[in-house]
């Protein structure tokens, strides 16, 4: 690749599987070197290749190289992506990354191995309602907009508890942790942000007595690295490793 360590490399992919190896290979390498720099292993980091957009002879490749967990922002999209995908041995672990609207709860629920963007009480137990139909447990994140922008979705820190509280009473879901998504902002203030939910998980753990959330879902192209020093174990990768795509 052309771009400089660090950077990102927005060319969307022109020739296959080589490029797509070369592209997670770099990912991989920057994900092991923040995690080291945080006193911790790369083992301890998920990446998730985020494949909005992309072709699926592309995810494919991605997945051959060693890809195996992949998000999904649209349940349209996730659901002809599964199906696109479904003679690919051995199969991807899927991830639904975007906003989830609850006529779609039923389209995502049970086929994803996690759910990063529950962002009200009513959501997670419509969630929880069709993982009990399904006879199993639906692993979630709820979604915490730690930087307070009008434009994105998600609880205030301030609404967090309150919102955990009320689903951990449902046997049928799972609360693993939390995600956010920071502000398009200079590296600091990202950081700002990691640093607020990292902060806010260990505020809940100490107020909800049994309570983990051992999982942190931040940090995507532009920002993953700061997000590892900062503590996260689950990064949402898509530019990185599939170029720029339109929205």
Same mark, same amino acid.
């Given at each position: 690749?052309?771009?400089?360590?660090?950077?990102?490399?927005?060319?969307?992919?022109?020739?296959?599987?080589?490029?797509?190896?070369?592209?997670?290979?770099?990912?991989?390498?920057?994900?092991?070197?923040?995690?080291?720099?945080?006193?911790?292993?790369?083992?301890?980091?998920?990446?998730? /290749?985020?494949? +909005?957009? =992309?072709?699926?002879? @592309?995810?494919?490749?991605? *997945? $051959?190289?060693?890809?195996?967990?992949? #998000?999904?922002?649209?349940?349209?999209?996730?659901?002809?992506?599964?199906?696109?995908?479904?003679?690919?041995?051995?199969?991807?672990?899927?991830?639904?990354?975007?906003?989830?609207?609850?006529?779609?709860?039923?389209?995502?629920?049970?086929?994803?191995?996690?759910?990063?963007?529950?962002?009200?009480?009513?959501?997670?137990?419509?969630?929880?309602?069709?993982? /009990?139909?399904? +006879?199993? =447990?639906?692993?979630? @994140?709820?979604?915490?907009? *730690? $930087?307070?922008?009008?434009?994105?979705? #998600?609880?205030?820190?301030?609404?967090?508890?309150?919102?955990?509280?009320?689903?951990?009473?449902?046997?049928?879901?799972?609360?693993?942790?939390?995600?956010?998504?920071?502000?398009?902002?200079?590296?600091?203030?990202?950081?700002?942000?990691?640093?607020?939910?990292?902060?806010?998980?260990?505020?809940?753990?100490?107020?909800?007595?049994?309570?983990?959330?051992?999982?942190?879902?931040?940090?995507?192209?532009?920002?993953?690295?700061?997000?590892?020093?900062?503590?996260?174990?689950?990064?949402?990768?898509?530019?990185?490793?599939?170029?720029?795509?339109?929205?």
């Amino acid at each position: 690749m052309n771009a400089s360590a660090g950077s990102i490399d927005e060319r969307p992919v022109s020739d296959g599987r080589d490029e797509i190896a070369s592209r997670l290979a770099s990912v991989r390498e920057r994900i092991g070197g923040a995690a080291r720099r945080a006193g911790r292993e790369p083992e301890d980091v998920v990446l998730v /290749a985020v494949c +909005k957009g =992309v072709d699926p002879g @592309l995810v494919a490749a991605a *997945v $051959s190289s060693g890809a195996m967990d992949l #998000g999904e922002n649209r349940a349209q999209e996730l659901t002809a992506k599964m199906a696109a995908l479904a003679a690919v041995s051995p199969g991807p672990r899927w991830h639904f990354v975007g906003s989830l609207q609850r006529n779609k709860v039923r389209a995502v629920t049970g086929r994803v191995a996690l759910i990063h963007s529950v962002g009200s009480t009513a959501l997670g137990r419509a969630i929880a309602a069709r993982a /009990a139909g399904l +006879k199993l =447990v639906q692993d979630v @994140l709820l979604e915490v907009n *730690v $930087s307070g922008e009008t434009s994105k979705h #998600g609880l205030s820190p301030a609404e967090t508890q309150g919102v955990l509280e009320a689903l951990s009473s449902e046997p049928a879901l799972q609360v693993r942790g939390l995600m956010t998504i920071a502000p398009p902002a200079p590296p600091a203030e990202a950081r700002a942000a990691f640093r607020g939910l990292r902060d806010l998980r260990d505020r809940l753990r100490e107020t909800s007595p049994g309570v983990s959330l051992d999982d942190l879902s931040m940090g995507m192209s532009s920002d993953f690295e700061e997000a590892i020093e900062e503590g996260s174990t689950i990064v949402r990768i898509g530019t990185a490793m599939f170029g720029a795509r339109k929205r």
